[in-house]
């Protein structure tokens, strides 16, 4: 058997969709476990829509994934160019060679036609096909309408009989010839049209093995029907289930769903190894019970067998379980290198930081790093701090009314507290002290308190909080709130 060579082969036309993110994963992961090789190919052919920051975008979040290719148009290789648009003196030289062994046929058919064919089909409610109007044509008959100035499109020669794909995910399909269009491969000015294009790269490139999603089943039989027409070893084919939608609402869609862009969750900051982790999960499983695996985990234990046949819905509460689950188990080190580059890049500390700063924001790291589940975050979680005037949730602020006598409370608290301030283990064993001595609950404490300093009902240990505002801005904040409270 030869090395293993599989692709991915994204457009870059937009953002860089999380299925083609999934599709990159299951390809890398299956060279990996086979001691493949892993190629990036850019099917850029579509030149009104290719954009350079889409192609950007690609770079970037195979990157960010740890999905870099072995070979591929930044890393170069042996069988370049790895961009369609560079490959046109290679699919120029098949052409010729398809030509010459009838695989293709020449269409003079004008649009005009190709329209009334249409309508006439639509009449009759047929399916829309080519009737093969051209593929009797003498060679006479080419040569006269070439001299004349016509220019055909060349078209797919499908011979009679039927191709069986034995589909690594979906098993044995058969597709009988006679459902098979004669579709145009190569246009009047000589350019490959996409279902031509692919068959020569994976053929050029060494492709043995080709996972995509299940949008190109269709494509797969006339692929292979080019595949052998050629003599060419045609590769082994696996189509992916679709992805749906977070509440499992159709297909994922761009339009429809902010999710659906890899740009989305590289903005929220998930923990790469744990997103990875997580993508993996969509439409595959070890067994019925392991989530959590490391990305070695998943390369000895990737199967293509256990990839579902039906669609996967995107679990986004899973993906912050697992994201979570990692950034816990991070240095604090790591976490605190997180946290200062996202509160800097929201504007609510600015470079270069002083020592207070510094350690403001290390205070802040140690008491959310728990609570975090994509890096970014932080930047709503710890808001609270730097909020001047504080913005209180209607819950919080309704904490500061409920009970009689809030509002002394709060004063008298505040009253106690002073520069510098004990460890938090002191002063909640003082804050303790401070509710015996005055026969309230340490419950009616701590709700208002906590809605005083934060203007939240939830959120990292209430002495933490004061710990990281300080004891003058504490006070000040309790003296506000105990106003609201009168």
Same mark, same amino acid.
């Given at each position: 058997?030869?090395p293993v060579?599989?692709r991915?082969?994204?457009?870059p036309?937009g953002?860089?969709?999380v299925?083609? *993110? ?6 890398w992961?299956y *060279?990996?476990q ?13 030149a009104?829509?290719?954009?350079d920051?889409?192609?950007? =975008?690609i ?7 740890g999905?870099?290719?072995?070979e ?10 790895y961009?369609?648009?560079?490959r046109?003196?290679?699919y %120029?030289?098949?052409?010729?060679d398809l ?8 269409c003079?058919c004008?649009?005009?036609?190709l329209?009334k ?11 829309f096909r080519y009737?093969?109007?051209? &593929?009797a +044509? ?5 040569a ?12 797919? &020669?499908v011979?009679?009989?039927e191709?069986?794909?034995d589909?690594l995910?979906?098993g044995? @399909? ?7 269009e004669?579709i145009?491969l190569v ?5 490959? @049209?996409?279902? +031509?294009?692919?068959?020569i790269?994976?053929? =050029?490139m060494g492709?043995?093995?080709?996972? &995509?999603g299940?949008d190109?089943? =269709?494509?797969c039989f006339?692929q292979?029907?080019i595949f052998?027409a ?10 992916l289930p679709?992805?749906?939608?977070p509440?499992?609402e ?8 902010p999710e ?5 969750y590289i ?11 997580w +993508?993996a999960l969509?439409?595959?499983?070890f ?9 070695a985990?998943l390369i ?7 990839v579902n046949k039906?669609g996967a ?6 993906l912050?379980? @697992? ?5 816990r188990?991070?240095? %604090?080190?790591?976490?605190?290198a997180?946290? &200062? ?6 504007g +609510?500390?600015k ?12 205070a802040?790291?140690?008491a ?6 994509g890096?970014a975050? @932080? ?7 730097f909020?001047d ?7 919080a602020?309704?904490n ?6 809030t ?7 505040a009253?106690t ?15 303790r ?10 419950g ?5 308190v906590?809605?005083a ?7 990292p240990?209430l002495f933490d ?10 006070? *000040?904040?309790?003296?506000? *709130?105990?106003k609201?409270?009168?």
């Open positions: 058997m030869p060579r599989v991915f082969a994204p457009s036309t953002y860089l969709h299925g083609g *993110a999934r599709t990159a994963l299951f390809n992961l *060279a990996q086979q001691g493949g090789k892993f190629v990036l190919r850019m099917e850029d052919t579509d009104a829509r290719n954009t920051a889409a192609r950007r =975008t770079f970037d979040g195979l990157h960010w994934l999905l870099d290719p072995h591929g148009p930044e890393q170069g290789g042996p069988v370049g160019p961009s369609q648009s560079e046109q003196e290679i %120029a030289r098949a052409i010729v030509k010459a062994s009838g695989v293709l046929y020449p003079f004008s649009k005009e036609r329209s064919l249409r309508l006439s089909q639509e009449a009759a409610r047929e399916p009737d093969r109007h051209c &593929r +044509l003498s060679a006479e008959d080419v006269r309408k070439t001299a004349a100035g016509e220019v055909p499109a060349w078209r797919l &020669r011979p009679e009989g191709t069986v794909l589909d995910i979906r044995s @399909i058969t597709v009988n010839h006679a459902d098979v004669d145009i246009r009047g000015d000589g350019t490959p @049209i996409y279902n +031509l294009a692919v068959v790269d994976d053929h =050029t492709i043995t093995h080709v996972l &995509r299940e190109h089943l =269709t494509n006339k292979i029907i052998r050629m003599g060419w070893p045609v590769p082994r084919y696996g189509h679709l992805i749906l939608g509440a499992g159709g297909k994922l869609s761009k339009r429809k769903h659906a862009a890899l740009e989305h903005a929220r900051d998930f923990h790469p190894e744990a997103f990875i982790n +993508l969509i439409g595959w499983s067994d019925d019970k392991t989530e959590i695996m490391t990305r985990e000895e234990r990737f199967s293509i067998e256990r039906s819905r995107l679990n986004m509460d899973k912050a379980h @697992i994201s979570g689950d990692y950034i188990r991070e240095s %604090a080190q790591v976490v605190l997180k946290v &200062r580059e996202h509160l800097l890049r929201a +609510l500390v470079a270069p930081l002083d020592a207070a700063t510094e350690a403001l924001v290390a802040i790291a140690a959310e790093h728990e609570r975090l589940r890096y975050d @932080i930047v709503e979680l710890a808001r609270w701090v909020a005037p504080l913005v209180m949730e209607e819950k602020q309704k500061l009314t409920k009970e009689p006598g509002a002394a409370l709060l004063r008298d608290w009253a507290l002073s520069d510098p301030l004990p460890p938090a283990v002191e002063l909640e064993a003082l804050a002290q401070f509710c015996e001595a005055r026969g309230t609950g340490f009616k404490f701590v709700h208002p906590r809605a300093l934060t203007g939240r009902t939830a959120g240990p909080c004061v710990r990281i505002l300080g004891a003058a801005r504490a006070r *000040a904040r309790l003296e506000t *709130a105990a609201v409270a009168s």
